[in-house]
């Protein structure tokens, strides 16, 4: 079975430091994506990054960056100089071709940035 | 370009009553889902659609019935509600993997929230 597991519910963050969500993930497959989404309070499912499986460069978008360990099944995402609008529920979540292109999501970590 | 709509936004149904949900997209999109949100458990998959006529089980599908009778719409359809569907329902819509499109993802409506009372 195709799981994904984040193991931090909530973590708090003061304005302008930084953060790193945990993601670990279990699959038979190497043809994959792999991505963190966003929901903020508006409850919108809003797309932070995407990572290929088969490719080696972290992805990084402006302040969000992900440490891919294919080996290890792992895929945490940093924020960088927290905001305020970064307070949201993040989740983590894999695609799978052989898998009919299912997203399979984690439980999902509650980030709060303190001003 | 209105991307992924469901209708309604909101609904409340007494048990036993049943309903239709509607997602519509318009991005040309051969995949389609039905996924519900409950605390603490993220994003389930309760059917899914690879294409007009076709549809398939997702990981919680009991108590669900789903047609795609038209490539752009994805119906959800509850025949006997049960105070258990109370939930947040997302639908979302993606490219064939092998499209040419680069940047593979889903798209997500902006979610149902339905309460069984």
């Known amino acids: 079975a195709q799981t994904v597991t984040q193991s931090q519910p909530e973590m708090s963050v003061q304005e302008a430091e930084t953060v790193t969500l945990s993601c670990t993930y279990d699959t038979s497959e190497s043809n994959y994506y792999l991505f963190w989404y966003k929901q903020p309070p508006s409850r919108q499912m809003i797309l932070v990054i995407r990572q290929e499986a088969y490719k080696q460069q972290n992805a990084t978008e402006n302040r969000f960056s992900v440490n891919f360990q294919k080996a290890a099944k792992s895929f945490s995402l940093k924020i960088s100089d927290s905001q305020l609008g970064d307070t949201a529920m993040y989740f983590c979540a894999f695609m799978i071709k052989a898998a009919g292109n299912k997203l399979t999501f984690g439980g999902g970590t509650r980030v709060l940035v303190k001003p | 370009n209105a991307g992924v709509t469901q209708t309604p936004k909101f609904r409340v149904l007494k048990t036993g009553q049943s309903m239709t949900l509607l997602c519509a997209q318009d991005m040309n999109h051969e995949y389609m889902y039905w996924y519900r949100q409950d605390p603490g458990m993220g994003l389930r998959l309760i059917h899914y659609?690879?294409?007009?006529?076709?549809?398939a089980k997702g990981e919680v599908p009991d108590g669900y019935n789903v047609s795609r009778l038209k490539k752009q719409n994805f119906l959800l359809g509850l025949e006997s509600a049960a105070p258990s569907q109370t939930s947040v329902y997302f639908c979302?819509?993606?490219?064939?993997?092998?499209?040419?499109?680069?940047?593979?993802?889903?798209?997500f409506g902006q979610g149902t929230r339905l309460t069984v009372v």
């Open positions: 659609s690879v294409g007009e006529g076709t549809t």
């Open positions: 979302a819509s993606s490219y064939y993997w092998d499209s040419p499109d680069p940047n593979t993802e889903a798209f």
